[in-house]
């Protein structure tokens, strides 16, 4: 004979402790984050709303009493007359009857101004938070992966449209404290006046349309969370549509039906999905709960009205009870200060809890930041990466495969290649936006994981291939290539002069201060070879401002060829003394760098200076001839195939001079 649960029991059992597991993670513990989040709003403030609540909650129960009362009185009152005791017992009831009201009237406004101010003062340290735990990862990795993007997307949407925040969250709760005031002494109002099966009935009917709300709500904002990525795609079109970030290729291209249509699809579907979820969960429950409602309740009237018909209640009583009954009845349905901010902040919340959880996931395997200080003057005698091995995160592909390059300090390195051989990942690895999946990158043997990130990018400074044109004056374009020391004007004017771009940027109306933006009052913009240059010059900010390192990917990719020669016959004397990294794939930039290093692979495949790497004829010789014969057939001769190149020693020796 066999013993056990039989398994039609043990599913449901499952089921069960399922469905309580979701509520509990879906109801209850987002509840309790926004809790925790009461005291960021003020201590004080938050114990005065309570009680403010508390009174907001009363007062609407004795403004029913009072009226009550007045209907019962109004019977004796008519026959003593004016003057008479029951006249004057009818005066001051209804005096105190008005008086609730009023008070009811004056603290309203109250409670909402300093409701937003509890939520001004909780959703700014909710910023700060959200904001410094997307400033904790020492690199950039977390912000290209679609997890980490969903969570932060849903984290800080409520902040994006300004309601539904968790700051509005926190009121809606404590608001909840004079509905629910209000609703119990509503219940025991009936049950003093008609019984208290009537009052638990009428109690049980609004209870069930607060779970048929809340719960509805709860369910339908799933949906939500299940379109995320729909919706991010959707926020990506309309900025695409609507800035100037793509306004030429659109128009240039045609793209303006395209986009419509795929912004037309996206919405659609976003829509249709969203008006399924709320005829499942709203239609169905809803005729449900009125049903039980309204049985409920027509049924506590109908003996209110019995009891009153022999006898058995006084006027007043009746008065109250239905009274009592249609008031509570009005809190079954949605809550417009609490519902849908809390159930938005809830999800905010989550997110936000799920968003750290997600960072702490990517940071598990990971070197703990350091916090050492970095040595004045490092580098003093070289920067090495030592047999560095790299692939990026979620991707199996080796991008750096165990590379070992030297670039000794106060010297020029350059690294080549063709595109996609692991030349700016060098750069990002060097600026610590990511971290080696094997090996290190040293500084006088020190491995830079040790040093403190901050200090140490301070070290650097950077010319990237995408760099940002920022929507600011001039001056602070440049300035922000040191933005932790104050703004020296005579500082920028010197790094403009040096990058070649101090005489553009003098011309303009306002000078330095000029805004680089069309979109701002007197602003204006810049060509791409102007842009190049303020980039250059932002760099160039930080050497003065103590970098000590300089690192320049495709520095002149914007510059047409004889500006890009121009500039690299001074580029040693900009960085005569400052340990540098030019990155490039055009083989003309670099040949007067101290020392070239050829990349292929994820490989160092050749090392020397320019005239010992065209002596050797390898690799760079080759495609240095391949460039030289481009570049002599006319700069649009992009058809040309290495096989073309039929004597390159001849092509190599002729350029070479």
């Keep these: 004979m066999t013993t056990g649960t039989p398994p039609a029991v043990g599913s449901a059992t499952a089921g069960l402790q399922a469905t309580w597991a979701n509520w509990v993670d879906e109801a209850v513990r987002p509840r309790l984050r926004i809790a925790k989040l009461l005291p960021a709003g003020g201590v004080g403030l938050v114990v005065f709303l309570v009680v403010l609540n508390l009174v907001l909650g009363l007062l609407p129960v004795a403004f029913v009493v009072s ?7 109004v019977p004796a009152a008519v026959d003593g007359g004016v003057g008479s005791a029951a006249w004057d017992r009818l005066t001051s009831i209804f005096l105190l009857a008005a008086a609730a009201f009023l008070l009811t009237q004056i603290l309203t406004p109250v409670n909402n101004a300093l409701g937003q101010q ?3 003062q909780v959703d700014s340290a909710l910023r700060d938070d959200a904001m410094a735990l997307m400033l904790q990862p020492v690199g950039i990795g977390p912000l290209e992966d679609q997890r980490t993007l969903d969570e932060l997307n849903e984290a800080v949407r409520a902040f994006d449209r300004d309601w539904g925040t968790p700051g509005q969250a926190c009121f809606g709760m404590v608001a909840l404290v004079a509905r629910y005031t209000r609703l119990v002494a509503l219940v025991v109002a009936i049950g003093l006046t008609i019984g208290w099966p ?44 609507m800035t100037d970030a793509a306004a030429k290729e659109i128009r240039m291209f ?12 996206v919405w659609e579907t976003v829509r249709n999905t969203f008006e399924r979820a709320r005829r499942r969960v709203y ?13 409920l309740s027509g049924a506590a009237m109908v003996h209110a009205a019995q009891l009153a018909a022999t006898g058995r209640v006084s006027l007043t009583a009746l008065a109250l009870g239905v009274q009592a009954v249609a008031m509570a009845m009005s809190l079954g349905g949605h809550y417009a200060e609490s519902d849908t901010s809390t159930q938005f902040a809830m999800l905010s919340l989550t997110a936000l809890q799920q968003l750290r959880e997600r960072l702490a996931e990517l940071d598990e395997g990971q070197p703990r930041p350091g916090r050492v200080e970095v040595p004045a003057g490092t580098p003093a005698t070289s920067l090495t990466f030592d047999r560095v091995g790299f692939h990026y995160p979620g991707s199996d592909r080796t991008v750096l495969d165990g590379i070992e390059l030297e670039l000794p300090a106060g010297r020029c390195t350059a ?21 080696p999946t094997s090996g290190a990158v040293r500084a006088d043997g020190v491995d830079i994981a040790e040093f403190d ?42 790094a403009a002069e040096r990058a070649g771009i101090a005489d553009a940027l003098l011309a303009l109306p306002d000078g330095l201060d000029t805004p680089l933006s069309r979109a701002y009052p007197g602003g204006t913009d810049l060509s791409g070879g102007q842009w190049q240059r303020i980039a250059i010059a932002r760099a160039l900010y930080a050497l003065e401002a103590g970098a000590t390192v300089l690192v320049l990917d495709e520095p002149t990719a914007s510059l047409d060829v004889r500006a890009e020669v121009a500039f690299f016959d001074r580029f040693v004397e900009l960085t005569r003394g400052v340990t540098s990294l030019l990155i490039s794939h055009r083989f003309s930039s670099v040949r007067r760098a101290d020392h070239i290093v050829v990349v292929d692979g994820g490989r160092v495949v050749e090392r020397g200076s320019h005239d010992e790497l065209i002596a050797a004829g390898g690799h760079y010789a080759r495609l240095f001839a391949l460039q030289a014969r481009r570049f ?16 390159d020693d001849a092509v190599v020796e002729g350029v070479s001079r």
């Design 198 to 241: 009537s009052a638990l009935g009428v109690g049980a009917a609004v209870a069930a349309f607060r779970y048929g709300q809340r719960g509805g709500l709860r369910k339908y904002s799933r949906v939500g969370r299940g379109l995320i990525g729909r919706m991010r795609e959707i926020g990506y079109l309309n900025e695409l549509t």
């Design 453 to 494: 990130p901050v200090r140490w990018r301070r070290q650097v400074g950077v010319i990237f291939q995408d760099f940002v044109r920022y929507e600011l004056t001039a001056a602070e374009n440049i300035a922000l290539g040191a933005a932790h020391v104050p703004v020296d004007r005579a500082v920028v004017l010197r």
């Design 632 to 647: 002599a057939r006319g700069l649009d001769a992009d058809d040309v195939e290495d096989t073309e190149v039929e004597d």
């Design 67 to 73: 009226t009550s009362m007045v209907i019962g009185e």
């Design 415 to 435: 690294v080549v290649g063709v595109n996609g051989t692991g030349k700016t990942t060098l750069v990002k690895l060097l600026a610590r936006l990511y971290e």
């Design 283 to 295: 239609l169905t429950p809803y005729l449900l709960l009125t049903l039980i409602g309204l049985l």
């Design 118 to 120: 509890l939520r001004r």
């Design 254 to 265: 045609g793209l303006t039906a395209w986009l419509a249509d795929r912004y037309a699809a």
